[in-house]
């Protein structure tokens, strides 16, 4: 079994900034990639970034220049940088990764999501 455990939600002001985390712990093998959904209230659930265990990274166009995902492999852990923070970033954060011993089988797992509230 694998858990996802996010931390680091909270309240911030406009143009504020937060960082999230995210770490993987149980039976991993492989994390092949790890990202960062939001879902806002009567919202669907979005990509905010995403990043491979080759380091490619991507980013949803609202966050560009404004979020930064990072990741460090020794402690299966994602982080997210989020600055210059809009009230429409306001949301519940999810994380997830694709964990396994092969890629084709290998399942996503999300964690349990973390609240982010941007209002002055």
């Known amino acids: 079994q694998v858990q996802l455990v996010e931390s680091g939600g909270g309240l911030v002001h406009p143009g504020g900034s937060l960082g999230l985390s995210c770490a993987a712990s149980?039976?991993?093998?492989?994390?092949?990639?790890m990202a960062w959904y939001r879902q806002a209230p009567g919202k669907q659930r979005e990509l905010v970034a995403s990043?491979?265990?080759?380091?490619?990274?991507n980013y949803a166009d609202s966050v560009k220049g404004r979020f930064t995902i990072s990741r460090d492999n020794a402690k299966n852990t994602v982080y997210l940088q989020m600055n210059s923070l809009k009230p429409e970033d306001m949301a519940v954060y999810y994380c997830?990764?694709?964990?396994?011993?092969?890629?084709?089988?290998?399942?996503?797992?999300w964690g349990q999501g973390t609240q982010v509230t941007v209002s002055s």
């Open positions: 997830n990764g694709k964990i396994g011993q092969r890629y084709s089988a290998a399942p996503i797992y």
């Open positions: 990043i491979t265990s080759g380091g490619r990274i």
């Open positions: 149980g039976s991993i093998v492989n994390i092949y990639f």
